[in-house]
């Protein structure tokens, strides 16, 4: 029997290409040349498409693509997805919920570290061989132990964070669109507070919020002026929730104390200020990256993808209304 062709943008861990073999006659795209008009190209002759958040899978690639049975994306969030064109045309999206919880909570709190601790950049002055002997004010950083964290949105990730932050005995504060049950509060030993309270109060402020419309620019000037003088700022969600040079200015002129980054507004372009300073931490989009968790990641989408070739409903659908 011939299997289903579909468009694979980018090479998977090993576990999942060859789940997806069994499956499915995947074309591998050139990862140097992927652009939309490309994958219009070859989505032409394919039943489906397996991509990464590093694809825009926007109207134009929807509309010339709507013989498709599903786009499966490898990542938790599907912004770079025209959902709403998706659902109008009657094709599910999928995502990969859950599985890189952990994972990036870890990321996250490891990002809160190296700031608060300055761990990038002492490192570098020790690797520069400036360091000639232990100094009582060399690198004094901010404790993390008793302080007070600030999350931004307490989904799956958020949630994770905290009980990180409860080995550091931190005062975990957090504000989400809609509050958690009391019980649920509780039970994590976190308080809610309005949006500004939270900035205004904490001592590190993480954010966790989804990226859409209305989270665009959450964190903008007047934002980063209720912040602490001395606070951090971490950002493992997306880019664009924190107005890049709004950061940077509060930044420059001490408005806040330094901002751990996983993620940037214009991916891979980094504010080219941000390139210049030591106060703040800057990596790759790496929050999920493990091999355990790519590895779910990609296999979680690939169940997807074939749960759709197979006529069935796929386990994580972000359109279900398609459905209805
Ligand atoms: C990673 O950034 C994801 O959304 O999965």
Not at 139 to 144: A, K, P, Y
Request: glycine share 6%; proline share 4%.
């Amino acid at each position: 029997m011939t299997k289903p062709r579909i468009l694979l943008t980018h090479q998977l861990p090993p576990k999942a290409m060859s789940l997806l073999d069994q499956h499915v006659d995947a074309e591998l795209m050139d990862s140097d040349t992927i652009n939309q008009s490309a994958i219009i190209e070859g989505l032409r002759d394919k039943e489906a498409l397996l991509c990464l958040l590093t694809e825009t899978i926007d109207a134009e690639v929807l509309s010339a693509s709507s013989h498709i049975k599903v786009v499966a994306n490898v990542a938790v969030g599907f912004n770079n997805i025209d959902v709403d064109k998706a659902t109008a045309l009657r094709i599910p999206v999928t995502n990969t919920p859950g599985v890189l919880t952990e994972t990036s909570a870890d990321l996250a709190f490891g990002l809160l570290m190296a700031s608060a601790r300055r761990i990038v950049e002492s490192e570098k002055y020790l690797r520069s061989g400036q360091w000639h002997g232990w100094g009582i004010l060399q690198f004094l950083g901010t404790d993390i132990y008793d302080s007070t964290l600030g999350i931004i949105g307490l989904g799956r990730i958020g949630k994770a964070l905290v009980r990180r932050a409860r080995g550091f005995n931190m005062k975990v504060i957090y504000w989400n669109r809609t509050r958690l049950p009391e019980d649920e509060e509780s039970a994590l030993g976190i308080t809610y507070a309005p949006f500004d309270e939270v900035l205004r109060q904490s001592d590190f402020v993480s954010v966790h919020v989804a990226y859409n419309n209305e989270t665009r620019h959450l964190l903008s000037h007047r934002e980063f002026e209720q912040m602490k003088s001395t606070a951090h700022i971490i950002n493992t969600a997306r880019g664009p929730i924190i107005d890049e040079n709004a950061l940077v200015e509060a930044l420059k002129n001490g408005g806040i104390g330094g901002a751990g980054l996983d993620v940037f507004e214009e991916e891979p372009k980094v504010h080219p200020e941000l390139l210049t300073m030591d106060n703040v931490v800057l990596l790759p989009h790496i929050g999920s990256a493990t091999i355990a968790t790519r590895t779910k990641m990609a296999t979680m989408a690939v169940k997807n993808l074939v749960a759709v070739l197979e006529g069935k409903r796929p386990p994580n659908v972000v359109n279900p209304e398609i459905y209805d």
